[in-house]
C-alpha cells in the first residue's frame, strides 16, 4: 500500500468523525442563538416590568395626594 493510499484510507475514516463534528458545531450554534433570544426576551421583560413599576408608583403617589386632599389620609409632618 502507497502512502497516498494509506492518506486515502484515513481520510475515509475521518469523514464521519469531521462530519459529527461539523454538526455539532452547528447544534452549538443554533444553541447560542437561542440563548442570546433568550437573554434579549430577558433584558426586554425586565424594562417592562420597571416602566410598569414606576407607573404604578406614580399612580399611588397620585391617589396619596388625593386622599390627604380629602382630608382621608392624615398629612405628614
Known amino acids: 500500500m502507497t502512502d497516498n493510499e494509506m492518506l486515502d484510507a484515513m481520510r475515509d475514516l475521518l469523514k464521519p468523525i ?8 452547528l447544534k ?3 444553541t447560542d ?3 442570546e433570544s433568550l437573554r434579549l426576551e430577558n433584558k426586554t421583560e ?5 416602566k410598569d ?4 408608583n ?3 403617589e397620585t391617589i396619596i395626594e388625593v386622599l ?3 382630608n382621608i389620609l392624615p398629612i405628614a409632618k
Open 46 to 50: 425586565h424594562r417592562a416590568m420597571r
Open 53 to 56: 413599576i414606576e407607573k404604578l
Open 68 to 70: 390627604k386632599g380629602k
Open 18 to 25: 469531521n462530519n459529527k463534528l461539523e454538526e455539532l458545531s
Open 58 to 60: 406614580d399612580e399611588m
Open 33 to 35: 442563538l437561542k440563548i
Open 28 to 30: 452549538i450554534d443554533g
